[in-house]
């Protein structure tokens, strides 16, 4: 099992509407191939955590890569995991308001992971947390 975690900015502010669109499709993406994971968006960063075949999660994140809703893409982390953290959601997702704290919302999406991903998760939205 492959995972792989990125930080990233929207280049414009999304609509309640688009953002749920764009979730939509990303489930129906995620769940035909094979991946699961977390989306956190709070409309000035995303923080995303995908999960499985490694050739498919990297074709997922180049995808996202080359879309234009992202700027500043940063890989914070990729490799071998032993099981899934999120086999049930094809895409679990937060929208936080703006001023709100990203480790905040990452703490409720992680209760049921390894502890080891949930704190690699924690730590980033912590440091994100304090440069934001």
């Known amino acids: ?8 900015r929207p280049t414009r502010e999304m609509g309640e509407d688009e953002v749920r669109d764009l979730l939509r499709r990303a489930k129906v993406n995620n769940g035909r191939d094979g991946i699961t ?20 999660v ?3 994140f180049a995808r996202i ?5 992202h700027q500043a893409i940063i890989r914070l982390h990729s490799g071998t995991i032993g099981s899934r953290q999120f086999p049930d959601w094809a895409l679990a997702s937060r929208i936080s308001a703006e001023d709100g704290s990203l480790k905040a919302s ?8 390894d502890r080891e991903v949930a704190d690699e ?12």
């Open 106 to 113: 990452v703490e409720r999406l992680v209760q049921d992971c």
């Open 58 to 60: 990297e074709a997922t």
């Open 37 to 56: 994971g977390i989306l956190i968006h709070d409309r000035r960063r995303y923080l995303q955590y995908l999960e499985g075949d490694e050739a498919r």
């Open 65 to 69: 890569s080359m879309d234009s809703r």
């Open 1 to 8: 099992m492959y995972c792989l975690v990125y930080m990233s």
């Open 121 to 132: 998760l924690l730590k980033f939205a912590e440091a994100r947390d304090r440069a934001a």
